[in-house]
């Protein structure tokens, strides 16, 4: 396909990812104006973000596989329209519940579009196309997320946090128009069903999760809450494993889990997209709690990691696809993952940023750009293009609840040193420095982790490690 003919459509898609990761962070500035001004409580707080995650990361398989079924473009120009019309609703919001309501509403939107953009992508491009069309998403997701607090900020400062909300339905809505007069014709699959009893059971389980890990730190481990879905999960997977092998047309059909590349592909996801998450949640602890910056200050320090994973998405990462492979880059991304974990442990109060936080920044920048969009390739590669949506949904879904359930177990992790260490009669910033080490530890560990799946169950890297000729596999499962 020519550059010339296809640059809109990629626009258009990577654009839609761009406004999904913005409506992610773009709140979290405004929240403090948005609690005095609802007078939300603590629990209310906190919801106002977690609805978002909840319905976004748990509704992006069903909807990946409803855009396989029912046409991409159609739920393209769907969740386009349903983000705007959460998005107004969060800005008419005069109470807590209508605002958590309209956060839930954007996730669901949120949900649909972002694996129908991929989707279009997987299903349309190969080769180097398709590796520059997937690098320009991944620039786009760190973009997005990043511009979202500088962005939610200056707009709070200047029209009030309800002008947030609008703004994010604003360009969904442009997204939208460009959509509707540039994506090709949908067309959903004649006759195929849907497999709605396993695409519930299977959203149930991901909400579920989604649930008890975004409930686990203000509720507790052992809570109604988190026991609650942590039962309704294991019964609706059970009951899909069962739903699934009567199903004329699964949603994941048994070929695809028995791939390695899939299989393999999901784990790493889930450990990866824990410390890819949490990598950045705990930089922001490390620059304030540790070296003692404030908010602006912390703001500006963690700029070089958008503009630096931006470049490595566009500069670096087609040339590193193209000569070495999905497989192998993603190995090399979640060793880089590993490796900033270990410098972020090692910095303390007073450290120099230049020399100890910066560089560390870069590597996770690196890392990020070089283990998420490559993995979703490799899950792709396993996957058959008539199931492009199932593939960018059960790409994005992994990479969430690993995150979510990454930024919960670190974040145990960092509580329980930090009491250790006032418990021993140490000061604050002690324990902050304890606690924050512990949870970049358990990260590297999480990161390598990946790494050894990967290496045990990619085939390029397992035929490396064995010395055996990689396989010859199908270009993907039906």
């Known amino acids: 396909m020519r550059t010339s003919s296809t640059l809109p459509l990629v626009f258009t898609l990577v654009a839609a990812q761009f406004v999904v990761m913005l409506d992610s962070s773009i709140l979290n500035v405004a929240l403090p104006s948005i609690a005095a001004d609802l007078g939300l409580s603590p629990v209310g707080t906190a919801w106002v973000l977690n609805a978002y995650f909840l319905t976004f990361g748990g509704l992006l398989l069903i909807s990946g596989r409803a855009a396989d079924v029912f046409g991409r473009r159609r739920m393209f120009l769907l969740g386009a329209g349903v983000l705007v019309v959460g998005s107004v609703i969060g800005g008419f919001s005069t109470t807590e519940t209508m605002l958590i309501a309209a956060r839930l509403v954007q996730g669901v939107g949120a949900a649909m579009l972002s694996p129908a953009a991929m989707s279009v992508i997987l299903a349309?491009?190969?080769?180097?196309?398709?590796?520059?069309?997937?690098?320009?998403w991944g620039a786009a997701s760190t973009v997005g997320g990043a511009a979202g607090v500088t962005v939610g900020g200056l707009l709070t400062a200047a029209f009030g946090w309800?002008?947030?909300?609008?703004?994010?339905?604003?360009?969904?809505?442009?997204?939208?128009?460009?959509?509707?007069?540039?994506?090709?014709?949908?067309?959903?699959?004649?006759?195929?069903?849907?497999?709605?009893?396993?695409?519930?059971?299977?959203?149930?389980?991901?909400?579920?999760?989604v649930f008890g890990v975004l409930s686990a730190p203000h509720s507790g481990l052992v809570s109604v809450e988190v026991i609650g879905a942590t039962i309704v999960a294991v019964l609706c997977l059970v009951a899909f494993g069962l739903v699934e092998k009567r199903a004329a047309d699964p949603v994941l059909p048994s070929p695809v889990l028995r791939d390695a590349r899939v299989s393999g592909g999901i784990v790493v996801n889930l450990l990866g997209g824990g410390a890819r998450v949490a990598c950045f949640v705990l930089v922001a602890l490390l620059l304030q709690q540790v070296l003692e910056y404030?908010?602006?200050?912390?703001?500006?320090?963690?700029?070089?990691?958008s503009l630096a994973g931006f470049a490595?998405?566009?500069?670096?990462?087609?040339k590193a696809l193209n000569s070495l492979g999905p497989q192998r880059v993603a190995a090399i991304g979640l060793v880089l993952l590993v490796v900033a974990h270990l410098l972020l442990a090692a910095v303390d109060n007073g450290d120099s940023y230049l020399l100890r936080v910066l560089p560390a920044l870069i590597v996770a920048a690196t890392g990020v750009a070089f283990s998420f969009t490559p993995t979703t390739l490799v899950i792709a590669e396993g996957i058959a293009a008539r199931n492009s949506g199932v593939s960018s949904g059960l790409a994005s879904a992994t990479a969430q609840i690993g995150g979510a359930i990454g930024i919960a177990v670190f974040g145990a992790v960092d509580a329980a040193r930090r009491a250790t260490t006032l418990d021993a009669?140490?000061?604050?910033?002690?324990?902050?420095?304890?606690?924050?080490?512990?949870?970049?530890?358990?990260?590297?560990?999480?990161?390598?982790?990946?790494?050894?799946?990967?290496?045990?169950?990619?085939?390029?890297?397992r035929s490396a490690l064995t010395g055996r000729p990689r396989p010859v596999e199908a270009d993907a499962a039906s």
């Open 425 to 461: 009669g140490g000061t604050s910033l002690a324990a902050a420095e304890a606690g924050l080490q512990a949870a970049n530890l358990a990260a590297a560990v999480a990161a390598g982790a990946a790494v050894v799946v990967a290496v045990l169950t990619f085939p390029s890297l």
């Open 162 to 209: 309800q002008s947030v909300l609008f703004v994010t339905g604003a360009v969904a809505a442009i997204i939208g128009v460009a959509g509707w007069a540039i994506l090709p014709a949908g067309k959903g699959t004649a006759g195929r069903p849907f497999d709605a009893a396993g695409a519930s059971l299977l959203t149930g389980a991901a909400v579920a999760i």
């Open 124 to 136: 349309t491009f190969t080769g180097p196309p398709r590796v520059r069309a997937m690098s320009g």
């Open 312 to 318: 490595v998405s566009i500069l670096v990462l087609p």
């Open 294 to 305: 404030d908010p602006a200050v912390a703001g500006l320090a963690m700029l070089p990691t």
